[in-house]
């Protein structure tokens, strides 16, 4: 009955779990009508704003004067005084989350999670592959929001007026505040995994920042908040310079190893369903 | 070397073992059926065998190694509770995004392969969520298959599948242990087709294996029976019992077990006016061996 030495076991390198992970995660992403759905939200959300609030009439009276105060806000401020210093750019990380509950959802839902761990993947490549993914997607977003932005300030006729280099700056910190946010939703979603609603549900929550605007109400405008996600997402403004795009590489990548950890740990040391 | 093997196994949920010290041998190249009532433990086995649930304590080593070496694991495939696939999805993306994950070069030659064997080449563009049970079944045997599994676990694979799509799995899976690089563990509550394929079985009972035996062995040990089908069963029932030790009506039919002389048997009831109208001459199978091994341990 045996004929064992026809068979042969090679270990798979880290780099051909990942890369294979990878593969499947972009597969997906770039397969399912959902990264194209949240594309186009994260385009139309700031053209209707901008639209909406921008034409003569409106009774909410021009919430920006300037194209790219719908990117981001002027200064670090997290004590927002009106809505104007809230709908920006950082929107995107809150359609994202719902983004990432669902994706990930969806891997729990249809039982193909349990694929993946039947064969060689393991969980920190799981992690690891979902947070780069959904990162990616949320880059998509911020991008087609800027593209929404500026097409829809066009229209309006909203002034263009800006430093470029801080603008620069802002764009790219925003950018990469999309790794650390992604991390933060898979995690959540490693958590609450068996409770699809819950985990959209806190995606939310986390993602307005109402936990570092409220921090920020009692303790000021101060630049400790930078070391939260929504706090550094907030410091990419339009006053940016190198610095910024610094401090939000190092808290991304910070709180993405972070959650990346914690999520591996949970995942290795309970069931999946 | 065995494919499978397992010791002192624990799992518990909130206090209450769901195994509780499983012993378990899977041979390479075995058929191997894993039998048991329900909440006995056959899914949680397989479960942690898949690396879905934390063990509490024990080994499970696959093929000599540790079950958690990623080697091993690229070489298992399993199909557990369902398919695993996108219901928005195709069969041809869902088995695709597999290949990807295994890091199959070549992909569509392996879906083409995998797909003939289960017999759903025509079916590759329908979407998962328009199949029927039996082709879910089989797709997510299909999934399984990728990458040429040296070890296939199918928990239920035959459940709520009809005649004929018992027939087709059953094919399926005699065509993938044909050279006998692959082993099955296949976890089954109808017997009569376990019967026809595995060439091992487990039972196992409240989270401990209580038996591993062959088919061979079992066929050896099973029990010998002559079954007469006569018009009163009670009168021959009585008749036998006179001389017989081991008699049991079982629907239509008187069965003498351990009794190899089926001409004395007969002589004795045309002696008493008894006629049979239909005599046969065989071996208890696996289901009745089961329940009789389960009685024997309720101590009934």
Redesign the interface.
């Known amino acids: 009955?045996?004929?064992?030495n026809?068979?042969r076991?090679?270990?798979?390198s880290f780099y051909?779990?990942i890369?294979?992970?990878l593969?499947?995660d972009f597969?997906?992403l770039f397969?399912?009508p959902l990264f194209y759905i949240f594309l186009a939200i994260a385009a139309i959300i700031p053209a209707m704003i901008i639209g909406t609030t921008g034409m003569e009439g409106s009774q909410t009276g021009a919430l920006f004067t300037n194209v790219w105060q719908a990117i981001a806000v002027e200064k670090p401020l997290y004590v927002i005084e009106n809505i104007g210093q809230y709908a920006n750019m950082n929107m995107v990380f809150i359609f994202g989350g719902i983004m990432v509950s669902i994706f990930i959802g969806?891997d729990y839902k249809?039982?193909?999670?349990?694929?993946?761990?039947?064969?060689?993947?393991?969980k920190e490549d799981y992690m690891m592959s979902k947070t780069l993914v959904c990162s990616f997607a949320m880059a998509c977003m911020c991008i087609t929001y800027l593209i929404g932005t500026v097409l829809a300030g066009a229209l309006v006729g909203l002034s263009f007026s800006v430093n470029a280099g801080s603008l620069i700056c802002a764009l790219l910190g925003k950018l990469i505040m999309s790794l650390g946010w992604a991390s933060l939703y898979v995690f959540l979603n490693i958590i609450f995994r068996k409770y699809f609603w819950i985990s959209i549900a806190s995606s939310f929550f986390f993602g307005t920042g109402i936990l570092i605007i409220g921090a920020a109400a009692i303790l000021g405008n101060s630049g400790v908040l930078n070391i939260f996600l929504y706090g550094s997402s907030v410091f990419a403004c339009l006053s940016s310079n190198f610095l910024s795009v610094i401090i939000c590489f190092v808290v991304s990548i910070a709180w993405s190893v972070i959650y990346n950890i914690l999520g591996t740990y949970i995942l290795?040391?309970?069931?999946?369903y | 070397m065995n494919a499978i093997e397992i010791r002192d196994l624990k799992k518990s949920f909130r206090g209450m073992y769901a195994l509780n010290g499983l012993n378990m041998n899977v041979p390479v190249g075995s058929i191997y059926g894993f039998i048991g009532e329900n909440g006995s433990g056959k899914s949680t086995t397989e479960k942690l065998i898949c690396g879905h649930l934390v063990k509490d304590s024990g080994t499970i080593k696959l093929f000599g190694k540790d079950y958690t070496d990623a080697g091993i694991r690229i070489k298992v495939g399993a199909l557990i509770e369902n398919a695993g696939c996108f219901p928005g999805s195709s069969i041809y993306t869902n088995l695709k995004m597999q290949c990807l994950n295994l890091g199959i070069k070549n992909s569509d030659e392996e879906i083409s392969r995998v797909l003939k064997i289960v017999r759903m080449e025509e079916h590759k563009e329908l979407k998962f969520k328009k199949c029927s049970l039996g082709m879910k079944q089989r797709v997510g045997v299909a999934m399984a298959l990728l990458g040429n599994p040296a070890l296939l676990i199918l928990d239920e694979p035959i459940n709520g599948l009809d005649t004929d799509g018992m027939r087709i799995m059953r094919e399926i899976l005699i065509d993938i242990t044909k050279d006998k690089n692959t082993t099955v563990l296949i976890s089954s509550h109808i017997l009569g087709e376990l019967e026809k394929i595995a060439t091992h079985y487990g039972i196992i009972r409240q989270g401990k294996m209580i038996q591993e035996i062959s088919a061979k062995e079992m066929e050896s040990r099973a029990r010998i029976f002559v079954s007469f089908k006569v018009k009163d069963a009670k009168k021959t029932m009585s008749l036998l019992k006179k001389k017989y030790k081991n008699v049991k009506k079982e629907e239509d039919f008187v069965r003498v077990y351990d009794e190899e002389d089926v001409e004395g048997i007969v002589k004795y009831l045309i002696d008493n006016d008894i006629v049979p109208s239909e005599i046969n001459k065989n071996k208890v199978g696996l289901e009745e061996y089961y329940i009789e091994l389960m009685s024997n341990k309720e101590g009934k």
Request: charged share 30%; glycine share 4%.
């Open positions: 009955m045996e004929k064992t026809s068979l076991f090679d270990t798979p051909k779990r890369k294979g992970m593969s499947v597969y997906r397969h399912t969806h249809s039982g193909y999670v349990k694929q993946l761990f039947t064969t060689h993947s393991k290795n040391k309970s069931d999946v």
